[in-house]
């Protein structure tokens, strides 16, 4: 996703459609669409992968409350988080009519936030050019609590 963020394509809609064969996803390309193609595209792969880097990427200043987001920008400085490998015991995830339902081990922060804790890539696959990038391999996010019915925010914590 990061080699994607800061192009500048003719259509906004090429970012999401230059990725298609990277990540073996195929669907029709809707040409006007604008930034709903990348939205789309992140669709695609929570349809056929489990793997959760991609919510891996770290809040910044057009912050958006969802774990998907509008623009392979958000994952600029996500280069060295790898994608996992479907392991064991690791739940599905589906797109319903209220967002993406998820099941993901949460630790209780306060009454209403909760840590969650990705899974990480391995920093063995890192280059030795890389390896002060171990790091971006500790990836935890916080979720709000909205309402009763589990449902989720991200948000950002500060300390």
């Not at 919510?55 to 996992?84: E, K, T």
């Not at 739940?91 to 969650?116: A, D, F, Q, W």
């Not at 804790?117 to 391999?137: E, I, M, T």
């Not at 500790?138 to 950002?156: G, N, P, S, T």
Request: hydrophobic share 40%; net charge neutral; charged share 25%.
């Amino acid at each position: 996703m990061s080699w994607a963020a800061g192009r500048n394509p003719t259509r906004v809609e090429e970012r999401a459609y230059s990725l298609l064969g990277i990540f073996d996803v195929h669907m029709p390309l809707i040409y006007g669409e604008g930034e709903k193609a990348f939205l789309r595209f992140q669709e695609e792969i929570v349809k056929r992968s489990d793997d959760n880097s991609l919510f891996a990427w770290p809040i910044h200043d057009s912050y958006q409350p969802q774990l998907l987001v509008n623009s392979p920008d958000a994952f600029a400085s996500c280069g060295a988080v790898r994608c996992m490998q479907s392991r064991k015991g690791r739940s599905s995830y589906s797109l319903t009519n209220r967002g993406l339902s998820i099941k993901l081990p949460t630790i209780m922060y306060s009454t209403e936030m909760y840590l969650v804790r990705l899974d990480r890539g391995d920093p063995r696959l890192l280059s030795r050019a890389d390896s002060d990038q171990v790091a971006s391999f500790l990836i935890d996010i916080f979720l709000m609590r909205l309402d009763k019915d589990d449902q989720f925010a991200r948000v950002e914590h500060a300390g």
